[in-house]
Nanobody, 124 residues
Framework: QVQLVESGGDLVQPGGSLRLSCATSGFTLGYYAIGWFRQAPGKEREGVSC????????YYVDSVKGRFSISRDNAKKMVYLQMNSLKPEDTAVYYC?????????????????WGKGTLVVVSS
């Protein structure tokens, strides 16, 4: 069974950093693209970042460019999102998700498998 489990969410002050992790199982991570998404209170879920199997295509939503960095460790079956210079508007539940496709970008409606999310709160 495909499983995705996020961790690393926390309360952090504006300007701080967090590293989110997504532990994957039930499929060979190295064959597929995978992404990070987020949903803030009262807002629609949006794509944040995506990485393809060969790291050839990496996508970031404009609001996080220059601040967030996605990476993967296929041997460890892990995906990461390094978040720097955090802003209050980054507050959201963050999810990793995949459609078991091989290309980025990956979009919310097409995702077949989701984790349960990890909460990031950016506040002073």
């Amino acid at each position: 069974q495909v499983q995705l489990v996020e961790s690393g969410g926390d309360l952090v002050q504006p300007g701080g950093s967090l590293r989110l992790s997504c532990a994957t199982s039930g499929f060979t991570l190295g064959y597929y693209a995978i992404g990070w998404f987020r949903q803030a209170p009262g807002k629609e879920r949006e794509g944040v970042s995506c990485i393809d199997p060969n790291n050839d295509t990496i996508y970031y939503v404009d609001s996080v460019k220059g601040r967030f960095s996605i990476s993967r460790d296929n041997a460890k079956k892990m995906v990461y999102l390094q978040m720097n210079s955090l802003k209050p508007e980054d507050t959201a539940v963050y999810y990793c998700a995949t459609d078991l496709g091989i290309r980025c970008p990956i979009m919310v409606p097409s995702m077949r498998y989701w984790g349960k999310g990890t909460l990031v709160v950016v506040s002073s």
